[in-house]
């Protein structure tokens, strides 16, 4: 498969680059950025070429990797589905649900395939106990906890990007939703609150499996704070989500291999367009009882 990638920043240049360049399955075509000089050392550092027009990469391909915001993703997310090409895209896949409603619409009316990269559902360890605790029901309830120290104080992380000041709610809330909803299904109620500490925000949601779950996130915890879990209670006692072994790097390579797949199979993945929009219609309900400004970084 031909692959072009849109984006240009940290993400595309350790993880997204290193994979469509090593990937048996994909031909790496080349790279667009709204920076040309970047696009350029990019696109050098793996014998592939940077492209000034994105429609002139768009008509070279068969799909696109998008490493861009999430608003910025979103509008050239439509215009590849319009052109026919298969999309591997990042979570959230907008910051407004008509964002994401427009590129799962585009997605659907153009028949390509599409595959949102939720880091955690890719990673062997992790995606099998999801599916496990799925197959296995019974919850009665869980508690999710993505804390990420991005903007601690002192901190000089390469993710401090523009977009991230929107806050831990649409970092790192897409993670956990990725988790929660496969096992204990769809979300029928939100509550939440912020903000606490930075950018922290607790979230109350109700699942139509009848189920309920807390969920807390930050991007300003203390570095010694950091990390992620989940805890399930159920029939079955309690179990907890393992740590991974792999790395982003292979996630991502899984989530090609896995794009690949539903392009020639024709049949949708479980975290698709579709999948992505109501991840992100979730985190807007969220966000719209959140006092303004709440939950981003101070």
Known sequence: MRIGLLGTGPWAGMVYGPVLASHEGLDFTGVWGRRPEAAKELADRHGTRAYDDVDALLADVDAVAVALPPDVQAELAVRA????RHLLLDKPVATTAAGARAVAAAAEEAGVASVV?????????????ISAQEEAGGWFTAHARWLGSVFAEGGDSPFATPWRRKGALW???????????PVLGDVR?????GPGPGDTVHLVLEHTGGASSTVTL??????AA???AVELYGDGGVVRLPEPTGSAADALSRAAGELLAAARDGRAHPCDAAFGLRVTEILADAGALLAPGAGEPR
């Open 81 to 84: 589905a319009r052109a026919g």
């Open 117 to 129: 990269f939720f880091t955690t559902r890719y990673l062997t360890e992790t995606a099998d106990w």
């Open 171 to 181: 970092d790192v809330g897409p993670h956990a939703l990725s988790v929660l909803l």
């Open 189 to 193: 109620r939100v509550s939440a609150a």
């Open 218 to 223: 930050s991007l300003t915890a203390p570095p």
């Open 226 to 228: 950091s990390g992620a």
